[in-house]
């Protein structure tokens, strides 16, 4: 089984930073990841595919990069709205989701 | 509009079965490839199955194997998933999302809760 490490857990950051997740695969991966952005209470919402493919209507803030086993999200200047939980998700091999990096304001 | 409405959730006891429908609209269902995706209270998202366009191929997370079975009506633009001997664990939030090619889910619907509780 693929199995998928985020770093960091929380992430404490103000308004206009620029903000970098990173995404681990316990084995090459190619391009075959996702990211995601959940809100408490709501469902998960793609913000990127193919590890660095900006979904139709995601701000262009949002970008992704890397490929075989280390990925990252950057937001690169953090808006009011993107305070939520981000998950990136490898589809090599069926569906593993890591445990999530909760972004909070500092 | 993508639409993806879950329904069927709800109180059971261990050892006991559920079924989860999910129905979808604004969309060509027939096409696409759909999953179930579970995510425990304040705990993360763990895909459960997942369901080739036309029912042939259907694949599952270990946890849920010989327990939980996916199956679709593209008649009734609908998704299923059969949830028999259900344990503890198995509490979480079910959503149904719409996948690109068997890959990453687009689509999400608003999640159904599952209690497996005495």
């Known amino acids: 089984d693929i199995q998928m490490t985020q770093s960091p857990s929380t992430l404490s950051a103000s308004v206009g930073d620029r903000v970098t997740i990173t995404c681990r695969a316990s084995?090459?991966?190619?391009?075959?990841l996702a990211w995601y952005q959940q809100k408490p209470g709501k469902a998960p919402k793609l913000l990127i595919y193919k590890a660095s493919s900006l979904e139709s209507g995601v701000p262009s803030r949002f970008s992704g990069s890397g490929s075989g086993t280390e990925f990252t999200l950057t937001i690169s200047s953090l808006q009011p709205d993107d305070f939520a939980t981000y998950y990136c998700q490898q589809y090599n091999t069926y569906q593993t989701f890591g445990q999530g990096t909760k972004v909070e304001i500092k | 509009e993508v639409q993806l409405v879950e329904s069927g959730g709800g109180l059971v006891q261990p050892g006991g079965s559920l079924r989860l429908s999910c129905a979808a609209s604004?969309?060509?269902?027939?096409?696409?490839?759909m999953s179930w995706v579970r995510q425990a209270p304040g705990k993360g998202l763990e895909w459960v199955a997942n369901?080739?366009?036309?029912?042939?191929?259907?694949y599952y997370v270990d946890s849920v194997k010989g327990r939980f079975t996916i199956s679709r009506d593209n008649a009734k633009n609908s998704l299923y998933l059969q949830m028999n001997s259900l344990r503890a664990e198995d509490t979480a939030v079910y959503y149904c999302a719409r996948d690109q090619n068997g890959d990453y889910d687009d689509y999400w619907g608003q999640g159904t809760l599952v209690t497996v509780s005495s």
């Open positions: 369901i080739k366009q036309d029912g042939s191929e259907k």
């Open positions: 084995q090459s991966i190619s391009s075959w």
């Open positions: 604004g969309f060509t269902f027939s096409s696409y490839w």
